[in-house]
């Protein structure tokens, strides 16, 4: 496997990006959904005890229990400022935590979410293209801009029809950013810290909506892989 050219150093922020082989999908409804956001929300933490598989196999009390200690350490691989899910990739923006936390981090979801989903659906082989797609944020401009990117992605996509569709679109972070669901493992303040509140990212976001979705009508004429 070729080298990495991204450096990725502890305290940065990056945008990560993986899709399925072949741009096969990689969730197939809900379930598969919701199985991919509970494996980064486990593996987010260093050196959880048990495997996610162990863990979900607990009682609900037991659960809390692990989670609360988990939590309670304060001790992560990578800190998720957001995220969107979609058919056939993922996007992550992301601060790397410990010494090579965001490596350990991709490592852990993609070989425990290939095993859920080989399992599932009585197949082998790989299921993400290669090596993930690693970008350093180096401004805090480019980081408000990912954000927002990555939040219309749905929308740009066609994956949702309308904006107010991908407010509630549940497999992103945007319906977290505007109050409308909290989540527990998000570092929201990276982004929100820079707007007045919700509403104002909200406009930020949505101003440009139709023109990311103009640019995504023509993407395969000037994608570079």
Same mark, same amino acid.
Request: net charge positive.
């Given at each position: 496997m070729p080298g990495r050219k991204t450096v990725l150093a502890t305290g940065e922020i990056y945008h990560l990006f993986n899709r399925g082989v072949e741009y096969r999908p990689i969730f197939s409804g809900k379930r598969?959904?919701?199985?991919?956001?509970?494996?980064?929300?486990?593996?987010?933490?260093?050196?959880?005890?048990?495997?996610?598989?162990?863990?979900?196999?607990l009682s609900r009390k037991k659960r809390d229990e692990f989670l609360n200690e988990l939590t309670q350490k304060k001790k992560h691989l990578v800190e998720i400022i957001c995220f969107c899910l979609m058919p056939n990739h993922f996007h992550f923006l992301l601060t790397q935590s410990t010494e090579e936390g965001i490596?350990?981090?991709?490592?852990?979801?993609?070989?425990?979410?290939?095993?859920?989903?080989? /399992?599932? =659906?009585?197949? !082998?082989?790989?299921? +993400?293209?290669?090596?993930?797609?690693?970008? @350093?944020?180096?401004? %805090?401009?480019?980081?408000?801009?990912?954000?927002?990117?990555?939040?219309?992605?749905?929308?740009?996509?066609?994956?949702?029809?309308?904006?107010?569709?991908?407010?509630?679109?549940?497999?992103?972070?945007?319906?977290?950013?505007?109050?409308?669901?909290?989540?527990?493992? /998000?570092? =929201?303040?990276? !982004?929100?810290?820079? +707007?007045?509140?919700?509403?104002?990212?909200? @406009?930020?976001?949505? %101003?440009?909506?139709d023109y990311q979705r103009e640019l995504e009508k023509i993407k395969h004429l000037t994608w570079k892989d």
């Open positions: 598969d959904r919701q199985r991919f956001l509970r494996t980064i929300s486990f593996y987010q933490f260093l050196s959880p005890s048990l495997r996610l598989s162990k863990f979900l196999i490596s350990k981090f991709m490592g852990l979801i993609q070989n425990s979410y290939t095993k859920y989903f080989n /399992l599932r =659906k009585k197949r !082998v082989g790989s299921l +993400f293209q290669g090596q993930f797609k690693a970008k @350093r944020v180096e401004t %805090n401009e480019q980081l408000l801009h990912l954000s927002r990117y990555i939040h219309l992605n749905p929308y740009s996509s066609f994956v949702v029809k309308t904006l107010e569709d991908l407010k509630e679109y549940p497999w992103s972070s945007l319906p977290n950013y505007l109050g409308i669901n909290q989540n527990g493992f /998000l570092k =929201k303040s990276l !982004v929100l810290d820079s +707007f007045m509140d919700e509403k104002d990212y909200q @406009r930020f976001v949505f %101003n440009q909506a």
